[in-house]
């Protein structure tokens, strides 16, 4: 009888044993998911706007939810709001928010007020505290399930001052991002309701239909697809097609779109609205104010630049899965939404090309690959002004992310890259780490494992993470598969913490006929380590140190290398031996390539005492 119950008891191990197996192995990546529909009428003799909202919220979480929060962003352009006192005390303030926002009237004011709010039609509590509307559920959602959300709510649009807002700089009435109470995200690491102090944004993934009714007299750009274009004209309808003529004083813009994380408008009675295709990609949409001839003349220039920049990164990074992306003069400068951008419409050719360029290239990087930027704003930023300058070309594109880094670093006021973008103690410091560093963290990446390996993961984190949110560990691991490298310590070091890389050539002495050159680490973070000799005849040749905790070494096809041992961290110097006399050598140089992120680069270049 014993060994029977020992005998079921052993299966029984075994079936858990290998269901626990099964359970691990499973992909459990999961995120949330909400269809918005959403009709508003925007009141343009009072900046205002009322409208109800049907949120349609999947948990397709582990855990049971017995609340809900939902962004109110127009409340932070008050007098007194977070982002107002963060704008006034931070030690180098953005001289494009200042202290205006501390200046606006009543009228000029933004808001947000939800006036109902139901679950499964059930009226909920809820508490307004500040930019965030917390919501206590009359039942809570469990996991695998959904809740329907319905709103009533009411928003005055504010003067523009920082991305959203009305009767900018240049003229434009309206430019609508974070424009409606918008649902927090919720993660595996929980809630992310933020305040809204100026920084980044973190959305969940999601459909949108938005009907909008406006005075008559406005051309409306937005996120998604026109779904009434016979009755709106403007350049939407399709070529002969007749426009219907609306009756009564407003129009009802119709727009839909699907698998995105948020949705942004804009709106002006003299916006022009022209188009181009990109081949075997989206057709673009360009919205300008008309009334200037020299804007008009670099704005008809911009839809071959356009289309160069999409054509690039959809052969370098992953083809952009959208039909239709919109350029909008409206913005403050520049800000990225799904399937648009807002952008100030004047200045330079280069400076309009300069600024579409990298706002278009956030349709890869946030657009579809959605990184929670608050707390990896370098994978947002400095991915894209890696992809910008890899695209642009030249010898060295990176240079100028390089100069940016090494300055703050002698200013001594990096923080890590890890630092969640709110909490920077210096504007300077936040876009030196957001913009430089996190694109040197590619391009010096490709230095560690190769460029080839590099591109090629590059296109594999767009394959595998599209429509997702991944982390700073997400991208680690497709290159560590890519590569066949070990990389936890790279992003330990380079993400995690601000050590700095310093490799200096020690000394070169001969002895019996044979040169010895002494390298030393000085800098607190470790790299692998290439060095390049030259010789009197002409030749050249490198070699190669890897780093042993890499397991592994990349291939380097460009010169003669000569692999050689690896070189433990933890040791602060390494000597390595040539079979050729010091007479013989004209200069040994630590990195030619300059794409080591070495702050000292004056001991990187010695040369053999004649």
């Known amino acids: 009888m014993k060994k029977i119950i020992a005998l079921h008891f052993l299966i029984a191990c075994f079936s858990t044993v290998q269901s626990f197996h099964a359970f691990a192995q499973k992909d459990t990546y999961w995120q949330q998911r909400a269809e918005y529909t959403m009709e508003i009428d925007m009141d343009v003799k009072k900046h205002q706007l009322s409208g109800k909202q049907t949120l349609v919220y999947y948990n397709n979480s582990p855990e049971t939810l017995d609340q809900v929060f939902y962004h109110l962003y127009f409340n932070a352009f008050q007098p007194g709001s977070m982002m107002d006192t963060r704008s006034r005390l931070i030690s180098d303030p953005d001289p494009r928010v200042g202290d205006r926002i501390s200046k606006l009237g009543p009228e000029e004011i933004g808001y947000q007020r939800v006036k109902k709010l139901t679950q499964n039609g059930v009226a909920l509590s809820f508490k307004e505290v500040g930019t965030i509307l917390e919501v206590t559920l009359a039942q809570p959602i469990a996991p695998d399930s959904k809740a329907v959300f319905e709103m009533e709510f009411e928003a005055q649009v504010p003067v523009q001052i920082r991305r959203s807002g009305r009767n900018n700089a240049e003229g434009v009435d309206y430019s609508m991002a974070q424009w409606y109470p918008k649902m927090c995200e919720y993660d595996y690491q929980g809630w992310h309701a933020n305040p809204y102090i100026g920084r980044e944004f973190h959305g969940v993934w999601g459909d949108f239909d938005v009907k909008i009714n406006i005075d008559k007299s406005y051309v409306l750009a937005a996120t998604g697809y026109l779904q009434n274009p016979q009755e709106i004209g403007y350049g939407y309808e399709d070529a002969g097609q007749k426009v219907k003529q609306p009756k009564g004083k407003q129009l009802t813009w119709h727009f839909k779109a699907e698998n995105v994380h948020d949705f942004v408008w804009a709106a002006d009675p003299d916006y022009i609205h022209e188009t181009a295709q990109v081949p075997n990609g989206p057709l673009l949409r360009f919205f300008y104010l008309k009334g200037n001839e020299e804007r008009t003349a670099k704005w008809k220039q911009l839809p071959q630049y356009t289309i160069e920049a999409f054509q690039k990164m959809n052969e370098n990074f992953g083809v952009y899965p959208y039909e239709v992306y919109s350029v909008i003069q409206g913005g403050d400068g520049g800000m990225e939404y799904p399937m648009a951008t807002l952008i100030l419409g004047d200045g330079s050719l280069n400076g309009l090309v300069g600024v579409t360029v990298h706002e278009l290239i956030h349709s890869w990087y946030q657009g579809v690959i959605a990184t929670n930027e608050s707390l ?43 630092t969640h973008a709110d909490h920077f103690e210096y504007n300077s410091a936040y876009g030196m780490a957001a913009y430089s560093k996190g694109c040197i963290f590619l391009a010096q990446l490709g230095y560690v494992i190769g460029d080839e390996a590099l591109m090629k993961g590059m296109k594999t984190y767009f394959d595998t993470w599209k429509f997702k949110h991944p982390n700073d560990n997400d991208i680690i691991r497709i290159m560590e598969k890519e590569s066949g490298l070990e990389l936890d310590w790279y992003k330990e070091y380079f993400v995690n913490t601000t050590y700095t890389i310093d490799y200096g050539i020690k000394e070169i002495k001969e002895a019996a006929g044979k040169t010895q050159i002494t390298l030393e680490r000085i800098g607190r973070m470790p790299m692998p380590v290439e060095v390049v000799i030259s010789y009197s005849d002409g030749s050249q040749e490198m070699h190669y140190i890897p780093l042993e905790i890499m397991r592994g070494e990349k291939k380097i096809q460009k010169m003669k290398t000569i692999l050689h041992t690896d070189w433990a961290w933890v040791y602060p110097s390494y000597t390595l031996t040539i079979d050729k006399p010091a007479a013989s050598i004209t200069k040994v140089e630590i990195d030619p390539s300059e794409r080591m992120a070495d702050i000292d680069r004056s001991n990187n270049v010695l040369t053999p005492e004649k």
């Open 376 to 418: 990896y704003a370098w994978m947002d930023e400095g991915f894209n002004t890696f992809a910008g300058s890899y695209i642009r070309g030249g010898e060295n594109p990176f240079t100028g992310a390089y100069k940016s880094y090494f300055r703050i670093v002698e200013r001594k006021i990096e923080e890590p890259l890890r």
